[in-house]
């Protein structure tokens, strides 16, 4: 069984977003794997050590330097990698395209992970896209995941905790959430062992995809303005609770 | 020209909830007729509530019963009736149920899609949405006969319109969802905590609140005005609370009327899940609190004493 998971190089959450020519960040900033997609790779290696002969391929679609989030998936388990190459930022609809063709072209995808969300353009919908594209079932924000022989059984977390299961035919999208594992984070040796592992590259010109009229262009990008005025409240607990009950009433009127 | 754009309507134990009316007060524009999708429902009972909100047409959707929680049928037959009443906008909530909702329809219908919208212009189909943990504010332009656009619950004010809607019925009863099907659903919010994503007001706790018990003082609270209770990922990670409570960059993204943060620092990861709430009151012992410095009102004091106290003058009203 091939597993496939898509992953997203993603600027570091705590990294300081710059806008240069309006609508692009300044990438000389520190990237990484996106969050979620730890989780899809680390239950991608869990299932692939249930399969003997499997493998855990991890796809991304970004500019040549991502190479080094294959890296990162190659080191917590991934067996090799394949880059798709644009210089240019994509949308889901154009993402879902190039992904679901560099499957296609590498091999035969029993199963396909996703991160549930990237923490950049936070779109929530290349996952769904692929499923589209693909004819597969999708599930998204999976917390558990169990593969029977010839499904996938999984929760998908609602708010406040509550969970559905369902169940999908093979081969599906499961999109990861934050509940679904602990990462396994990589030793030395598992980052040593990674750098000798394979990455094909291929350029999104050669996959001959033609770019559909529709879609998303970001026109502008603008910092969040934060205008805050901290103001203190004084006083004992009784004070402090009297001013807060007034503020909730007359400034907020949410009570 | 005339523009039909469709809301799919939450619903919650056969109540539209609160969160819809703002959302339908967005969509309501000169040339606009605001259709509402609700599946599974009695229009007749929630007629009054939405048409008072600017709704023309209810579109019943009925769906076949056994499967009118699978996510794939209730896809299909939204896009069957975006078809068939001819809607080129198509509205829903940015809530777990439009999370799994909304990308669905977007993608069989090769549709553009931008979800947690807080701000929608219909006649250049420009939307405005954060991106990068909320550090940034995103102007994005869609192209496509239809667009799904997820709407931020709270981005608006629910405002009330005099009209009248006419209810219709659309069978989608014959739909097949191919290897998808719902063996079990968790059940509705039953319990008395309101959910993080919608709630007009949330008290969360972090290291400061030191114990899984402290956190029944935020529930007590909270259970006065209708709040939901949150937690920073410490208090998650220190196994206080469950994870489904956890707001930050790896949570749950809120945007409520006020953000109460008791005893959290405020980590830049915090405020990528609640930088984008209306109002933020912070207590926390430490002066020098990240939190400190970016919120509306501050006390530099203990949470464990000011939520009790609150707690109790609020129960007197």
Redesign the interface.
């Known amino acids: 069984m091939q597993i496939y998971i898509c992953v997203k190089h993603v600027p570091d959450s705590a990294a300081h977003i710059t806008i240069l020519d309006k609508n692009h960040i300044d990438e000389n900033i520190s990237f990484l794997l996106n969050p979620y997609d730890e989780h899809a790779v680390t239950e991608a290696v869990r299932i692939k050590n249930n399969y003997p002969g499997a493998e855990v391929i991890a796809i991304c679609f970004g500019k040549n330097d991502a190479e080094k989030t294959i890296r990162s998936a190659m080191a917590m388990g991934a067996d090799r990698g394949v880059l798709i190459t644009s210089d240019k930022v994509h949308d889901s609809i154009v993402t879902a395209l190039a992904l679901k063709t560099g499957i296609e072209q590498d091999g035969t995808p029993g199963l396909i992970f996703t991160g549930k969300e990237s923490i950049d353009a936070e779109g929530m919908q290349t996952l769904f896209r692929i499923g589209a594209l693909f004819d597969f079932p999708v599930a998204t924000n999976v917390v558990k995941l169990d593969i029977e022989q010839d499904k996938a059984v999984v929760d998908c977390e609602l708010s406040g905790g509550v969970a559905n299961t369902y169940e999908m035919s093979l081969p599906c999208i499961i999109g990861a959430g934050r509940g679904l594992n602990t990462p396994r984070y990589p030793t030395f040796p598992d980052v040593v062992k990674s750098k000798k592992k394979p990455v094909k590259k291929i350029s999104f010109a050669d996959l001959n995809i033609k770019v559909p009229l529709t879609g998303m262009h970001i026109v502008e990008l603008e910092p969040l303005k934060q205008s805050r005025l901290p103001k203190e409240i004084k006083g004992d607990a009784d004070i402090v609770a009297k001013e807060i009950v007034r503020i909730l009433k007359q400034e907020a009127k949410v009570i | 020209m005339m523009k039909n754009i469709g809301i799919i309507i939450e619903m919650d134990d056969g109540k539209v909830k609160e969160t819809n009316f703002g959302m339908i007060t967005m969509a309501r524009a000169k040339n606009v007729r605001v259709f509402a999708f609700i599946m599974n429902a009695d229009a007749a009972g929630i007629k009054e509530d939405l048409e008072s909100f600017g709704v023309t047409d209810i579109i019943e959707v009925c769906l076949a019963p056994d499967l009118q ?1 699978n996510p ?1 049928i209730r896809a299909k037959a939204i896009i069957n009736a975006i078809k068939e009443y001819h809607i080129s906008m198509v509205f829903g909530l940015s ?3 439009g ?2 909702l909304l ?2 329809i ?3 219908l ?7 919208c807080f701000y929608v212009d219909f006649d250049q189909k ?1 939307v405005r ?17 239809v667009s799904v656009f ?1 709407i931020r619950p709270n981005a608006i004010e629910p405002v009330k319109v005099q009209g009248t809607a006419r209810i219709l019925r659309f069978d989608s009863s014959l739909l097949v ?13 039953k ?1 008395t ?1 309101a ?4 709630a ?2 949330i008290i969360a706790g972090g290291r400061g609140m030191k114990n899984s018990e402290n956190f029944n003082l935020l529930s007590q609270c909270a259970q006065k ?1 209708n709040a939901a209770v949150g937690a920073s990922r410490v208090a998650v990670d220190s196994g206080w609370v ?4 956890q707001v930050g ?5 809120v945007s409520p ?2 953000y ?1 943060a008791c005893g959290i620092s405020g980590s ?2 915090h405020f ?1 899940g609640m ?2 709430s ?5 207590i926390n012992t430490d002066e020098n609190a990240a939190i ?10 203990d949470a464990l ?2 939520i ?3 707690t ?3 129960g007197t ?1």
Not at chain 2, 195 to 198: F, G, I, Y
Not at chain 2, 292 to 301: E, F, L, R
């Open positions: 929680n794939v809530t777990a149920m999370k799994d990308p669905r977007a993608a069989l090769d549709s553009p899609l931008v979800m947690d420009i949405t954060s991106q990068y943990s909320g550090k940034t504010i995103a102007t994005i332009k869609v192209t496509g006969e997820g969802a191919k290897g998808f099907r719902v063996l079990k659903t968790g059940g509705t919010d319990d905590s959910s993080l994503a919608e007009e007001v005005i469950p994870y489904s409570m960059q790896t949570g749950e993204k009327k006020v109460i830049i990861q990528a930088k984008t209306g109002m933020v009151i912070a400190i410095s970016n919120c509306d009102y501050y006390v530099v004091a004493e000011i009790p106290a609150l109790k003058i609020l009203d």
